[in-house]
């Protein structure tokens, strides 16, 4: 380590120290002092790591707040609400209700028999009896029966699936490979049935509508 | 020429019917001209003109921008522009374009709906 010459500020005493050196005693008077940097000027300061963060959304109170990117969980500062942040796979019976910052998948033997999930993104395989909300997308890829209905972002039923409603179903837009059988059917976006798609509704609003040929539709716009 | 007239036309003006027989044009001389009764179209055609009556078409229509019809339009395959106020029945497809209005109804193999299209009514597909 390279060494360099001190000033005694009592003294005026030379020395040498190392040149990271932060304090010293003079070797002629005995007085201890520290070096210029550890003073102030070119001290070193102690650099925390940035933190990744993110937004996020209270489902309850819709305030925003920041969060670690990595968090799990978290109390929403407004009005205390815990907020889950992590996936969820449901594969069993599941009754309560649910609000995850994250994915929602409900296996093929899973039954959410909760009133509510609220989730980013839901893939629904097995059953589920409550109100589904899904802020990005909700997925049905099998047979689903939903007492309530459902919202969100993008509809998507893949093909032999099929989505019964007992309650309106909401979304900004629809791709439906499968079936969709329900009241009321309200996209505020685009509406694409493919050629193996099944519409039946009392009552659809979009605004744009592709109806592959080989679909079948029924209802009034 | 393809076009068979039914119901009453109005005396000193005429119905234009141009193009070869796989490929008709049906427009009305003079503006704020109407034809009464149903007009029926063995070839493709594209109506322009206002049209207060049925459009039965065997092959494929096209109801122009500036084209009514109170009635309702049936062809194989219909687009629409302007205004069809008493449905469309395709064999086909129907295509309701961005400036399109359909009311009452919509029957085909296939529809396809633009966004800005106006269209209230019954839908049926397949």
């Known amino acids: ?221 | 020429m393809g076009i068979e007239r039914g119901g009453r036309f109005p005396q000193n003006h005429s119905v234009q019917a141009s193009g070869n027989p796989e490929n008709l044009e049906v427009a009305l001389k003079g503006g704020g001209l109407q034809i009464w009764g149903e007009i029926k179209l063995r070839a493709d055609a594209v109506l322009r003109g206002t049209v207060r009556g049925s459009v039965d078409g065997a092959e494929k229509v096209i109801v122009a921008k500036e084209a009514v019809v109170s009635g309702t339009v049936r062809g194989s395959d219909v687009r629409v522009e302007g205004e069809v106020a008493g449905g469309v029945t395709a064999s086909g497809r129907v295509w309701i374009g961005a400036q399109g209005k359909v009311r009452v109804r919509v029957s085909g193999k296939a529809v396809r709906i633009e966004p800005g299209a106006e269209f209230q009514g019954q839908l049926e597909v397949g």
């Open chain 1, 1 to 221: 380590m390279r060494k360099i010459e001190v000033v005694c500020p009592e003294c005026g005493g030379t020395q040498m120290e190392s040149e990271n050196f932060i304090s010293t005693v003079c070797r002629g008077c005995g007085h201890y002092f520290k070096s210029e940097r550890a003073q102030g000027t070119g001290r070193k300061k102690v650099r925390r790591a940035l933190v990744q963060k993110r937004e996020l959304t209270c489902a309850e109170c819709g305030s925003v707040q920041e969060v670690a990117a990595e968090a799990l969980s978290s109390t929403c500062l407004d009005c205390g609400r815990h907020l889950e942040l992590g996936h969820r796979e449901i594969s069993g019976e599941f009754l309560g209700n649910l609000s995850l910052e994250g994915d929602l998948k409900i296996g093929p033997k899973g039954n959410f028999g909760g009133s509510r999930a609220r989730a980013v993104r839901i893939v629904v395989q097995g059953r589920a009896s409550g109100f589904l909300e899904a802020a990005e997308c909700l997925r049905v890829e099998g047979k689903v029966k939903l007492r309530a209905g459902a919202s969100g972002g993008k509809l998507e039923i893949q093909a032999g699936a099929a989505l019964e409603t007992g309650e309106p179903v909401q979304f900004a837009s629809g791709e439906i490979e499968g079936e969709l059988r329900c009241p009321e059917a309200r996209f505020t976006g685009p509406l694409r049935v493919g050629p193996q798609g099944v519409l039946m509704a009392e009552k659809v609003s979009f605004t744009e509508l592709t109806v592959e040929e080989g679909a079948r539709v029924r209802s009034v716009v």
